[in-house]
């Protein structure tokens, strides 16, 4: 520490829609840097040419090779400034290419970067060394192919494994520090799972925003902290492709199960979504997955060249339950769903049954469904058609799980869900149902507002199995 002249910087905040935005987000980032290190404009030091450079990076006017060479000039600076050669501190290095890739602009921002890489790491007497951190392993990274002499560790190396998180141990003194060792079991299920080379590893981030809330609020029900602050739309990109089908693996891993895939630890974002092995190694090397420990694979089939898989904790897990849901709304919305609207209408109860048990076939299942999972299945394959969907909401004596409304027709629907244990109880799940709708008076506050039809359905669910049972009422 303080034996030499340090550059850190971070791409984490390049997430631009085009390249033009990506760019300025950039160019704002190297302004930051040149602010920070004010000093070597102002010293006789340094040569004036690269004050030149300097100057324009720090107002954000540089030309595409000024913030192409944007590195190089920073680091030769500073050696001229300590009469030391500098390390260099990148993290997230391949954020801008992430979002290059996925919004289209790839080769463009390659350019940028590949650039800025190969000048600033390769050849550069003054660089003493550097660190590198991102998500994809740099050896094979094309933006790196102007470089050499990387000594790369990633999640599977044993290296450094223990230094990616918290260890078990590190896990159960900090929560005894901080008075909430009783809170350990909730942690380990929720944030624990991670295997770093052989090393079971907690997500650090998730323990200490965690022990803050408690501390603080003495709130003790664990929260999904990760989807506040990572981009989960990859779960649905694997869902939405048609060349091929993952929707057994991922019931699968939503029943606690693990898979065996292939996984492709060189894969570049450029070839990132070309193959199924590609978007596993992806949710592998981004967390959204993890390996098993090789002493739990016994009962699985072994076949060279692939790893055992698994959702590593309960985080994760619902994670990937609102990705599938989210699909499967979204799958639901641009659907032809004409027939399914006039059984609604009709009171078709039958036709109803008959339609969703269908669409149900085609959902991804997983053990312990919730009648949330049912409820938004169903307000999603109402949305977006023109009537109001209401979800919850205050009627009568108490809150319907769903209520339709078609303004333009005065007309409703009132459907109570309840979900069965076993599939023999899928009637009694519908008469319950109809039942609480009666007694809680739930169309009550429909009918005062003017609706002249309004309808009541029980709905009753078991895993992909439904039954649906009406009862109309004239107004």
């Known amino acids: 520490m303080n034996q030499w002249p340090t550059l850190f910087l971070s791409f984490k905040d390049l997430d631009g829609s085009t390249f033009e935005n990506a760019m300025g987000l950039l160019k704002f980032t190297l302004s930051q840097i040149c602010i920070e290190h004010q000093y070597l404009e102002e010293s006789s030091r340094v040569n004036p040419a690269y004050k030149q450079i300097f100057t324009r990076l720090k107002e954000q006017t540089g030309t595409f090779t000024d913030v192409q060479s944007s590195l190089l000039v920073l680091m030769r600076m500073m050696k001229e400034y300590y009469k030391k050669p500098v390390i260099l501190l990148l993290d997230e290095y391949d954020v801008p290419m992430a979002k290059a890739s996925s919004n289209g602009y790839y080769e463009k ?3 940028v970067i590949k650039t800025m890489m190969s000048t600033a790491l390769k050849d550069n ?9 991102g998500c994809l392993r740099i050896a094979k990274e094309s933006i790196f192919t102007g470089t050499n002499n990387f000594t790369t560790d990633t999640i599977s190396d044993i290296r450094y494994d223990e230094f990616f998180g918290f260890t078990r141990p590190e896990v159960a003194e900090f929560l005894k520090e901080a008075g909430c060792q009783d809170c350990q079991e ?16 907690y997500c650090p981030w998730d323990v200490l925003n965690y022990a803050q809330r408690v ?15 990572s981009d989960n739309k990859i779960i649905e990109l694997f869902l939405k492709r048609r060349d091929f089908d993952v929707t057994e693996k991922f019931e699968k891993l939503l029943n606690g199960e693990a898979i065996r895939e292939s996984v492709n630890e060189n894969v570049s974002y450029d070839f990132l979504t070309s ?9 592998y090397l981004t967390g959204y997955l993890t390996k098993v420990k090789e002493e739990t694979q016994e009962e699985l089939p072994q076949e060279r060249n692939k790893i055992t898989l698994k959702i590593p904790n309960a985080e994760i897990q619902d994670i990937f339950r609102k990705s599938v849901l989210n699909w499967l709304q979204e799958k639901n919305m641009y659907s032809d769903r004409k027939e399914l609207f006039e059984a609604l209408w009709k009171g078709d109860s039958e036709k109803l049954t008959e339609l969703i048990s269908d669409l ?15 409820n938004a299945f169903l307000a999603g394959l109402f949305s977006g058609a023109g009537y109001v969907v209401e979800s919850n909401h205050e009627s009568g004596l108490g809150r319907p799980d769903l209520v339709i409304k078609d303004k333009v027709k005065r007309r409703a629907a ?19 149902a109809l039942v609480q709708i009666q007694e809680r008076q739930y169309r009550k506050k429909i009918e005062a507002s003017g609706f002249k039809t309004v309808l009541s359905y029980g709905v009753a669910f078991f895993q992909k199995s439904c039954r649906i049972e009406s009862e109309k009422k004239n107004i």
């Open 109 to 111: 921002m390659l350019e």
């Open 125 to 133: 007497e003054s660089l003493r060394f550097a660190v590198v951190t």
């Open 186 to 201: 909730t942690v380990r299920k929720w944030y624990d799972g991670y295997i770093f080379g052989n090393i079971e590893i």
């Open 215 to 229: 501390l603080t609020e003495g709130v003790k029900k664990p929260e999904n902290f990760w989807e506040h602050t």
């Open 275 to 283: 193959t199924e092995e590609n978007l596993w190694s992806l949710l």
């Open 360 to 374: 149900l076939f085609d959902t991804i299942s997983y053990h312990g469904y919730a009648e949330s999972f049912y």
């Open 414 to 432: 009132v459907l109570e869900i309840k979900v069965s244990r076993k599939k023999s109880e899928l009637e009694r799940g519908c008469e319950r």
